[in-house]
């Protein structure tokens, strides 16, 4: 699941397809590309359970920044 700088950074909710239809995953500040969550009980049904659904995120960067972007990221440079 790609998501944004701002959504990996703060935190989001996002609806997402399941085999089952809508879902909503919560994303959690700090996630990072590469990490998994997990959908407890809306993956492939295994014999008599069903299992987890497992969602990859993948951070996508923005390519361009506007001056104020800039300089709003060179502040939180200093925080972090």
Known sequence: LEI???????GTSIEIESLDGKETLEIPEGT????????RGRGVVSGHSRGDL???IKVIMPKKLSKKA????????KEL
Do not use: S, W
């Open 54 to 56: 497992i969602v990859g």
């Open 32 to 39: 990072n590309t590469g990490d998994q969550l997990k959908i």
């Open 70 to 77: 800039k300089e709003l990221i060179a502040e939180l440079k």
């Open 4 to 10: 944004t700088l701002t959504d990996a950074l703060l």
